[in-house]
């Protein structure tokens, strides 16, 4: 605690209560290289599990496309189901999903498009999807699996900017 004069006051008294973040915290020093070698053994742990994961993540994209349908495409749940894909495909070891789970994010984002066109084409992104995690199409160098994204990717861009310039 100190005490200072205020021009024109009176005293005025700061209290600087003690910080004892550090003490609690422990030692200041944080080996980076070690955590990060920590964090690989423990995701190389549960690589065994990866796969049922990702089984169940077609699972909720599959139960959220239906009712997508039967609901003439006014549930959100598809949308948060193909994004979860998307932001969880790589680490569990499926980009080419993640990259057709994008797609998939991007065209139901997107306003072009006849509606059975884009229907079909949504439904087309759920079986391909379900397919690589089947077949169990991991990495980014599976031929098919590969000029399938490419080729969906090109459809959405062209929904897209049909939906642009209109």
């Not at 549960?46 to 039967?70: H, I, S």
């Not at 070891?93 to 984002?109: D, F």
């Not at 199409?137 to 080729?151: T, V």
């Amino acid at each position: 605690m100190t005490d200072t004069d205020s021009p024109g006051s009176e005293k005025v008294k700061i209290i600087a209560p003690q910080n004892t973040l550090k003490m609690k915290a422990g030692a200041t020093s944080i080996d980076r290289t070690a955590m990060l070698e920590n964090a690989k053994k423990a995701l190389t742990g549960l690589q065994d599990e990866f796969g049922g994961w990702m089984e169940d993540e077609v699972d909720n994209l599959t139960t959220a496309f239906k009712a997508w349908n039967e609901n003439d495409g006014a549930d959100t749940t598809l949308y948060r189901s193909c994004h979860d894909i998307k932001g969880q495909a790589a680490t569990l070891g499926y980009p080419v999903v993640g990259r057709i789970a994008n797609s998939l994010c991007t065209l139901l984002q997107s306003e072009g498009g006849n509606g059975e066109t884009v229907k079909t084409l949504i439904e087309r992104h759920v079986v391909a999807i379900r397919a690589a995690v089947r077949e169990q199409i991991q990495g980014d160098d599976h031929p098919i699996a590969d000029a399938l994204a490419n080729e969906l990717d090109n459809l959405v861009a062209q929904i897209v900017s049909t939906s642009d310039s209109d």
